[in-house]
């Protein structure tokens, strides 16, 4: 038996067992893919795990989804400046259409099995990702994957223009190759409909990190660990969650503003001008020494907070800087 409590919702529950795509809250009917996604969010953006109702109102965080659950997406969108975005309808974004006006704006990206129906090349989806994304910025991502050793497997990598239609009650994919030659695919598989949800490719994990780097992300980590307070069990050959991030969150937020120090009280002038000179030097380096002291403080405040020092703090492992 798996006791965890639902971190999209907050719901208890004790089930069996807890697999990857079917609804195991009973509460909000999340599944493992949707609680890790916001697992994942929540740890980059705070440094920890936290339940979604737990997340602070924040709306200089911005962020957008790619056709997010509207069990997780419309209560965040009131925690944090979050859009859900879709291919078909209102909010528009097409990943892999440039959006000029909006490179650099994005704090976090948030994909649950969109990737994998993204026409070939899928790279310029991860480009277009990263240019939207802010310095700082992040994309969490959960895809069909397979091993780390196995080859992306792409089931239609000559797309060129194409179209799916109905033939004797069965749909087919008709493309129209560059050299103008046609080719036909039987036996699609879809994802919850008919079109844009054609499964055009399943991913390896070293694949995807690769493609993932060479669209300019600094790191790609897969979550390899399972969470089960929060019902996160990774039973059979599921797709492990995966952060790309430009740089980690947080890395170039500006440090605390170093306090200017008090005005130093100048003693009086005295009899003894030799004295008066080393009273007023012995001030200025008490000054210097204490906007040095400031500056140094807020730049340990600020390392203190990264998500690797609090992890070490978790483990027992690395200083303390609090």
């Known amino acids: 038996m798996i006791s965890f409590t639902c971190n999209i919702c907050g719901t208890s529950n004790t089930l069996e ?144 223009e194409y179209s799916i239609v109905e033939l004797g009650g069965e749909h087919v994919l008709v493309n129209r190759k560059p050299d103008g030659s046609i080719e036909t695919y039987r036996d699609l598989e879809f994802h919850g409909g008919i079109g844009a949800t054609l499964v055009m490719r399943q991913f390896s994990q070293r694949d995807m990190a690769r493609q993932l780097r060479d669209a300019g992300f600094s790191e790609v980590t897969f979550q390899a660990d399972p969470a089960e307070r929060f019902g996160i069990v990774f039973e059979g050959p599921w797709g492990r969650p995966v952060v ?29 001008p030799e004295l008066a000179s080393q009273m007023s030097r012995l001030h200025n380096e008490k000054a210097a020494l204490e906007r040095t002291v400031a500056a140094l403080e807020s730049q340990l405040r600020v ?14 492992l690395g200083p303390n800087l609090r």
């Open 17 to 160: 067992q807890v697999p990857w795509e079917p609804s195991t809250c009973s509460g909000c009917g999340s599944n493992v893919r949707m609680r890790a996604l916001i697992y994942l969010l929540s740890a980059e953006l705070f440094g920890s795990a936290r339940p979604l109702p737990e997340f602070p109102r924040d709306k200089k965080i911005k962020g957008f989804g790619l056709s997010d659950d509207l069990l997780y997406a419309v209560p965040l969108a009131e925690k944090v400046d979050y859009t859900n975005t879709f291919y078909d309808r209102k909010p528009y974004l097409d990943i892999t259409e440039p959006h000029p006006d909006q490179y650099g704006t994005y704090d976090f990206i948030l994909s649950s099995d969109v990737f994998e129906h993204v026409a070939p090349p899928v790279e310029r989806a991860f480009a277009e990702a990263f240019r939207l994304l802010k310095p700082h910025g992040f994309m969490c991502i959960t895809v069909p994957s397979s091993a780390a050793d196995e080859d992306t497997i792409e089931y239609y990598p000559s797309l060129h």
């Open 244 to 272: 790309a991030r430009k740089q980690q969150f947080g890395a170039v937020r500006p440090a605390a503003a170093v306090p200017a120090p008090e005005p130093v009280a100048v003693p009086p002038p005295t009899a003894n």
């Open 303 to 316: 390392a203190a907070d990264s998500r690797w020092l609090k992890l070490g703090r978790r483990l027992g």
